[in-house]
Structure formats: structure tokens, C-alpha cells
């Protein structure tokens, strides 16, 4: 008998669910979604059914998909950038960046103006405060830190209750960004189009794969990837993601590795099978478990995330009018660098896929002391 636990079975319906999104990314309405969304909402769906294990019964399976298939998707997709290109986009992306993370601060200190966080969660209020400006200015790392100078990881429920909050925050936001430049350019035109200064993806794809390139992207990725987690044991302050995509654009750069075929199908491959998780780890029915204490969180949470956007998209819009843009940079606080990447790459914004991943790097360095802040202020 399949268990839900059984990684073949899981595996399988993650393909599946991934199959589906492309599938339905041909038909009128689901190409308005686009196949990275498509994918985040069916594997939430049958993960909240339980047809799949969701975050608080979470596998091996998925962990080694956060450890390996997401950075190696980076370095995959890495190999197709264009540094002219990116010189373009940087500076924006770092202002769009700040933007956020102070939008963020905003967010937490308003939503504790009107949620009164306290008055349910008493004394910890001010610490999950600072961990959720943590995590929506760098990610999970921020989170964590916070969490462990105030041995809030020692509460249990309640720390496995922002856990699971943050989850279906985080995947909600995720279904906002993405469709948020074709809902608002309608509305408010941008001041470009949605591709620029480099080959689409559809482009991209019709070169095929070869089993010479192929055999060559393995040796690539996984010497690649060898290296970075080496070197970050020797250099703990450098982290390995940052080692992955260095060596990524360096090899970009060489003549052999610009004709390898199928490293931008292998990534982009990768990267919905890490959003398919991500749409795993939506699990409503544990944040409606944890009742009025999780319905605090949910609210608190939801509105400081909501006045992050409002700010980011209405100062963003008129400094730049680039959603496309926008909605990767609000990402990148949000739900970190590789989330970003995915919608750089869903919007065939090639050449901001790396100034994505530095951003959210740079999160990973501001979102603790933001952090740390927010709580000295409450």
C-alpha cells in the first residue's frame, strides 16, 4: 500500500501537478496564470485535501528539493545571463529593494497599531514582530536568528503557529506578484515591455537538448555545487548560493558553455518543482487550528504584507512603472532570492534573474538587524 509519505508517490504528484500547470498554461484562461502559478495552486489544493504531505507532516523529499533542486535551478538558469543586460537593471532592483524592506517596517509597525497583537500573544507579540520583518525582508534565515536570540523557538505552538502562517502568507504572496503586472498594466501602463535585451524563453527552449549537453550541465551543476558548499565551510560568512551563482555567470561567460543546449529547460524545470513545494506548504487547516491565537497571527501577518505591497507598488510605480520589475523586487523581500528568480524567469526577465538573487542576498544581511529594530521600537 502507498503511504503519503512515500517519496516516489510524492514525487510523482509533484511532477503531475508541474505537468498540469504547463498543460494548462496552453489553454486561453490558464495563460493568463501562466504554468509557475498554475503549479503553486494545484499542489496547495491537493496538499490541503491530503492527498500529499503538507508542512507540519513535511519529508526528506521536500527538504532535499530546498537543498539541491532550488539552488541548483539557480545555477541552471545562471548560465544563460547577459551582464550587459544586467547593468541596466541592477540599481533599480536595489532601490525597488530598500523600497520594500523599509515598506516592511512600515507594514509590521502598522499592523501592530491596529491588530494589537499583544493582547493575544502577550509578551512574545514584540518578538514575532521582529522575526516576521526578519523574514519578509530576507527570509527564513532572519527569521531563525531572531527566534534563537529570543529562544522563541522554545514556545512551541505558537512557533510552529507563525510557521505555518508564514507559509500561506508567503505562497499567497506569491500568486500576487506573479499576477500582478498583467492586472495592473491594463490599468496603469509600464514604461517598457515584458521582455528585454535578451533571448525569450520560448526562443531559448527551441534550441532542444542533447545528451552531450546534458551529461556536460550534471558534471557543471554538481561540481558547481561541490565547490560552494565547500567553500562555505571554510568561509562560513560567504553563503554557498552567492559561491553558485558567481560560478554560474563565470561559466556564462565562456564559448563551450554558451552551446551547451537545454540549461535553461533543465532550470526552469527545477524551479517549478520548488514551487510546487512552496504550494505545499499552504496549509490553512493548520493555521485555523490554532483559533483565535492563529486568526491574530493570519490578520497581523496578512495586513503587514498588504501595506508592503500598497507601498511598493504605488512608490515603485511611480519612480519606475516597471511591474514586472516591482513584483520581483517585492518578491525578493517577501519570499526570498530563488522565489524571485522564479518570477524573473515567468516573466521572461532574463536579465533581472540575477540582480534577484543578489537582492535577496542583501535581504539576508538587512532583514536581521530590521529585525532586532522593530523589536527595540515595540
Known amino acids: 500500500m502507498v503511504t503519503l509519505d512515500n517519496p516516489v508517490y510524492v514525487l510523482f504528484m509533484l511532477a503531475l501537478m508541474v505537468l498540469l500547470g504547463v498543460l494548462a498554461e496552453k489553454t486561453k484562461w490558464g495563460n493568463q496564470l501562466g504554468a509557475a502559478l498554475l503549479a503553486i495552486v494545484f499542489t496547495a489544493v491537493i496538499a490541503n485535501l491530503g492527498l500529499v504531505p503538507s508542512a507540519s507532516n513535511s519529508i526528506v523529499l521536500y527538504d532535499g528539493i530546498f537543498s539541491y533542486v532550488a539552488p541548483l535551478s539557480i545555477f541552471f538558469l545562471m548560465l544563460g545571463v547577459n551582464l550587459n543586460a544586467i547593468k541596466k537593471a541592477g540599481l533599480p532592483m536595489i532601490g525597488l529593494f530598500v523600497l520594500g ?50 529562544e522563541f523557538q522554545e514556545q512551541g505552538v505558537l512557533y510552529a503557529g507563525t510557521i505555518a502562517v508564514d507559509n500561506v502568507v508567503t505562497t499567497l504572496w506569491i500568486i500576487v506578484t506573479l499576477a500582478l503586472p498583467r492586472l495592473l498594466r ?76 537545454g540549461a535553461h529547460t533543465l532550470g526552469l524545470y527545477m524551479v517549478f518543482l520548488f514551487l510546487a513545494v512552496i504550494g505545499a506548504y499552504c496549509e490553512i487547516e493548520a493555521v485555523v487550528a490554532l483559533k483565535e491565537i492563529g486568526w491574530t497571527l493570519f490578520l497581523f ?50 536579465e533581472l534573474m540575477l540582480p534577484a538573487i543578489l537582492v535577496g542576498t542583501l535581504g539576508n544581511a538587512l532583514g536581521t538587524y530590521l529585525g532586532f529594530l522593530v523589536i527595540q521600537l515595540l
Open 186 to 261: 491594463p490599468i496603469w501602463k509600464d514604461n517598457r515591455g515584458a521582455t528585454q535585451g535578451t533571448q525569450t524563453a520560448q526562443e531559448i527552449e527551441k534550441k532542444g537538448m542533447d545528451i552531450f549537453s546534458l551529461a556536460w550541465l550534471f558534471v557543471l551543476g554538481a561540481s558547481s555545487f561541490f565547490i560552494a558548499e565547500t567553500l562555505s565551510r571554510y568561509f562560513p560568512s560567504i553563503p554557498s548560493i552567492l559561491t553558485l551563482t558567481t560560478l554560474g555567470i563565470l561559466l556564462a561567460q565562456t564559448k563551450f558553455v554558451s552551446c551547451l543546449n
Open 301 to 350: 501577518t496578512t495586513l503587514a504584507v498588504l501595506v508592503h505591497g500598497v507601498v511598493i507598488i504605488g512608490v515603485g510605480g511611480l519612480l519606475y512603472r516597471d511591474w514586472s520589475m516591482i513584483a520581483i523586487a517585492s518578491q525578493a523581500n517577501i519570499g526570498g532570492g530563488a522565489t524571485a528568480l522564479a518570477l524573473a524567469e515567468t516573466f521572461d526577465r532574463r
Open 101 to 150: 524592506s523599509l515598506a516592511t517596517v512600515l507594514g509590521i509597525l502598522l499592523a501592530w497599531l491596529f491588530i494589537h497583537p499583544e493582547t493575544q500573544l502577550g509578551e512574545n507579540a514584540s518578538t514575532l514582530a521582529g522575526m516576521l520583518t526578519g523574514t519578509y525582508t530576507g527570509g527564513s534565515v532572519n527569521f531563525n536568528a531572531i527566534a534563537l536570540e529570543y
